[in-house]
């Protein structure tokens, strides 16, 4: 059975010694409980939720889509700096070059098949813990859109889940 706080009511956070418990205090919860975010429509209530509900969670909490992270960045930004160990003033950047890819993949291996798992967010999607039904659908219309578009070597066929036949 799942827990339903009321927005209003200040957590009972199982996970004593998790992050949730040492950023999500009474006033915090009071500034934060009740606003949603734009995007999916997630709380801090369903961001913390784990470490409500178990007792064994370090971090135990979630981001329901992108504005999770500036809605609760009273949480998040604290939390995150600890658990990474990066400073208040800390900037990300990113290397998109292939060329430096270092690696020992064996070019005699065949491949058959591969998998695609997404872990990053598309604008204007919820993640995973708060992506609604009609944003997952939309989701898989931008995916398949861009997946028939792939030529050469990346081009193959699409099978959604819904209707795929076992043996694919």
């Known amino acids: 059975a ?3 706080l009321k927005m209003s009511d200040f957590p009972e956070i199982k996970s004593t010694h998790s992050l949730v418990a040492k950023y999500v205090t009474k006033p915090i919860w009071d500034k934060l409980s009740k606003v949603k975010t734009e995007t999916s429509g997630f709380t801090l209530a369903k961001a913390i939720a ?3 509900e178990f007792d064994n969670q370090h971090c135990g909490i979630y981001a329901g889509d992108w504005d999770s992270y500036k809605v609760f ?3 998040f930004d604290p939390l995150i700096q600890e658990y990474h160990g990066i400073a208040a003033d800390a900037v990300h950047t ?3 070059d292939v060329g430096k890819i270092q690696g020992n ?3 005699t291996a065949p491949v058959h098949s591969t998998r695609i798992r997404v872990g990053r967010s598309i604008d204007g999607f919820g993640l995973s813990p708060g992506i609604t039904k009609d944003q997952r659908v939309g989701v898989e219309k931008l995916m398949s859109k861009a997946f028939a578009n ?3 070597d990346l081009a193959g066929t699409y099978y959604p889940l819904i209707g795929m036949n076992e043996q694919v």
Request: proline share 6%.
């Open 2 to 4: 799942h827990l339903q």
């Open 50 to 52: 784990c470490a409500v």
């Open 73 to 75: 960045a009273d949480v």
């Open 94 to 96: 990113s290397d998109m």
């Open 105 to 107: 993949i064996d070019p």
């Open 150 to 152: 792939l030529t050469g």
